[in-house]
């Protein structure tokens, strides 16, 4: 044993105090970083998995988002194309009324060419209003005092009116009769009872002589009788029940529906199929299918058309006899 003259007996315990808690204070801290460490890297998953969630919830939103501005463009799309279309039809109409008003001014120009000498002499009136063309013809030139049948000087101004009339495809033609307030003379009462029969037979003869004369459509023609209801002037005075004695011939469009056009029928046909082979079996066809098949067949010229019109104060029969 080598002797230490440095040793002191005094510090021995403490030394070994010392060197016995270095481990444990050692483990303590290593124990320590050690939970200090796993709260952290807990925290740090619960923090990453709230920002996943919260991202989640974004991208949601997002696809939300999309999908309804997509739905709002669409829709936008939609009624672009429905305000193009309506456009393009209201540019149609435009044009086909600026055509129509075109088409009656030249109607209103050829009768005023062709019928000028009675214009002038007062005989016949044109009007034009509202897409109507109106010829207002006193019963003098056409018909003898009394009379229904028309005369020769009649048959002249007929033809003439007819000529023009007889372009004219697309209008209806209403003609109509009409008579003064006086009541049928006793030796006329035989054949017209009252004022309606001779305002209707004028109408009709002159629809006849329209069709067979002048080659005007039967299918546009339509005879009135107004009778003395409808005057124009006073019954008072000899001039005015003159104006009222008178034939009138009105032009107004025709209701009638124009034939499809073959291309259009078939694509409206195919359509209709595609609609049907898409829906149940049982499914009825669409009406407008319907309808679109019926109006490929052309419609039948009618025959004129007599009929007598009667207002409200026309309840009690006139009295027959001049």
Known sequence: MNYNPNYDPSTAPLALKQRSNGPWIVAFLAAAAAGVGGYWLHQGRQNARQDAAAATQ???????????????????????????????ELSKDVQAKTGELEQLKGTYNQLEEKMKDEISKGDIRLSQSGGKLRVDMVDKILFDSGEAVISKRGEGVLARVGAVLATMDDKQIQVSGHTDSNPISDKLATQFPTNWELSVTRAVNVVRFL????????????????????????????????????????????????????????????????????????????????????????????????????????????KHGR
């Not at 939300?64 to 393009?88: G, I, M, R």
């Open 58 to 88: 974004r991208a949601q939103a997002a696809e939300e988002a999309k999908t309804e501005l997509t739905a709002k463009v669409e829709k936008l799309e939609s009624e672009k194309a429905e305000l193009s279309t309506a456009k393009d």
């Open 211 to 318: 069709e067979e004369k002048a080659s005007v459509p039967p299918k546009n023609l339509t005879a009135t009788g107004y009778g003395q209801y409808h005057p124009i002037a006073s019954n008072k005075s000899a001039a005015g029940r003159a104006r009222n004695r008178r034939i009138e011939i009105l032009l107004t469009p025709s209701l009638a529906p124009k034939a499809i056009a073959k291309a259009k029928l078939k694509e409206a046909e195919a359509e209709a199929a595609q609609a049907q082979a898409d829906k149940p079996a049982k499914t009825e066809k669409p009406a407008k299918t319907t309808q679109l098949v019926k109006a490929e067949k052309p419609a039948k010229a009618s025959k004129p058309k007599a009929a007598v019109g009667r207002s409200k104060d026309s309840k009690s029969r006139p």
